[in-house]
């Protein structure tokens, strides 16, 4: 039996007539699990990749890829301009900004957050594209001119202000009086809003000149860190390593896979969570197509019996089981890729018209620190989902193809 005939025999046997109407309906359902099996994993894995790729880029974008702290018993570094000079002249090294940071309570039109205040030269900030580039009001101009503060979109509509208001800042550390210790308080013009699209950042993160940071803090005339920009982000564990021993009792490093380890372990755990959870849809897809060829080889068991008396070998009658069998597999494998990759490619968009539908927040940046759906689509793990599914699609067809090549036509023809 030669192979056209063997495709166009399986071909037969998956078109429905009414007696083989349960069967046909059965092999629609495996075709149905296997294809939403296939654009779930499509769509989750690419909407976990985005959120990593996301988080990455926002946390490496504000804080550096590696951070220089004060060495042990100090507050602050000793010769700032030194280690810039220094660190710029590293071959890895793209950029360093000299910072100081601290907490704070954010007040203004009667409301008040708390925030985290930084302090960073104009110039430095300009070159923070990721910040600058994300400027919504008012303009850095005013902020390397005149001063003032650089602030969040979401805080500024949490406090009820704009570029040009007025921010209070106030610090516990104060002075102490005869009545006790008032609170530091200094007032700033806020000279630009920015936002970043990261709920953290948009809704809590002050940005000062770092004279008035120093000033504020009362840290001293040197910064308290240095942030270092490198050109390989996935190499800051290695260079924080060799920072480390170069600028040994000088000061102390830290990596941002290191200052971000738990967080980041938690989304990848998540991610293998989800990807075996949503394996489990293909998996009961399998099974579904494994008794859909069972019930289709007892129903044609005396046509098995007729083709063997023609000269049908049992190879030929494997193939065509497993041809019959195969092709749910593999057209709801396609349909599934097809799916998932339009879903994958307009997640934000979904996102919006179904909001829209449902009338509420599917997507809250206070629990997601992102404000928009991201998703990345990576060719080598659709590539390996299409794999994995069209391989147990195909192992499903094995079984029942090998009980129809074993069906003894003398036997069906004698009793059946």
Do not use: C
């Amino acid at each position: 039996m030669n192979l056209g005939l063997e495709l166009w025999i399986a071909r037969r046997y998956l078109r429905a007539r009414r007696v083989e109407g349960f069967i046909s309906v059965v092999a629609g359902f495996s075709l149905i699990g296997i294809a939403l099996g296939v654009a779930t994993l499509i769509i989750v894995m690419s909407v976990m990749n985005g959120f990593h790729t996301q988080l990455v880029d926002r946390i490496v974008g504000v804080n550096g890829h590696v951070v220089l702290h004060p060495p042990p018993g100090a507050d602050t570094l000793s010769d700032v301009a030194g280690l810039e000079r220094e660190l710029r002249g590293l071959p890895n090294v793209l950029d360093v900004f000299a910072e100081t940071e601290g907490q704070a309570l954010a007040t203004a039109t009667g409301n008040a957050t708390g925030t985290l205040v930084r302090g960073i030269r104009p110039d430095d900030l300009r070159r923070r594209t990721l910040v600058a580039d994300a400027i919504t009001g008012g303009s850095l101009d005013t902020f390397a001119t005149e001063g003032g503060a650089v602030i969040g979109s979401r805080l500024a509509r949490q406090l009820g202000v704009g570029a040009g208001d007025a921010l209070t800042l106030l610090h516990p550390d104060g002075d102490v009086t005869v009545v006790g210790t008032i609170p530091r308080v200094r007032t700033y013009t806020i000279a630009a809003l920015f936002e970043i699209g990261m709920y953290e950042y948009d809704s809590g993160l002050v940005y000062l000149p770092l004279n008035d940071a120093l000033i504020f803090f009362r840290a001293g005339e040197e910064a308290t860190k240095i942030q270092v920009v490198l050109d390989d982000p996935d190499s800051a564990e290695q260079v924080s390593t060799g920072l480390a021993e170069t600028f040994d009792g000088r000061a102390r490093t830290s990596a941002w896979p290191s200052l971000n380890r738990q967080f980041f372990n938690a989304l990848k755990v998540e991610r293998n969570v989800m990807f075996l959870i949503l394996t489990l849809i293909i998996l009961v897809a399998a099974f579904n197509v494994v008794s859909s060829m069972i019930m289709l080889v007892r129903d044609k068991e005396k046509g098995i019996a007729i083709m063997r008396t023609m000269g049908a070998t049992r190879p030929s009658v494997l193939r065509i089981f497993v041809f019959t069998g195969g092709s749910v597999g593999v057209v709801g494998t396609l349909l599934g890729f097809v799916l998932g990759l339009a879903f994958a490619t307009n997640v934000e968009a979904m996102r919006r018209f179904l909001e829209s539908i449902a009338g509420v927040d599917l997507f809250a940046a206070e629990i997601y620190f992102l404000s928009q759906l991201p998703a990345e689509v990576q060719p080598l793990q659709v590539i390996g989902v299409l794999a994995f599914a069209l391989a147990l699609a195909l192992v499903a067809t094995i079984y029942p193809a090998w009980r129809a090549s074993r069906i003894d036509p003398a036997e069906v023809l004698r009793y059946g």
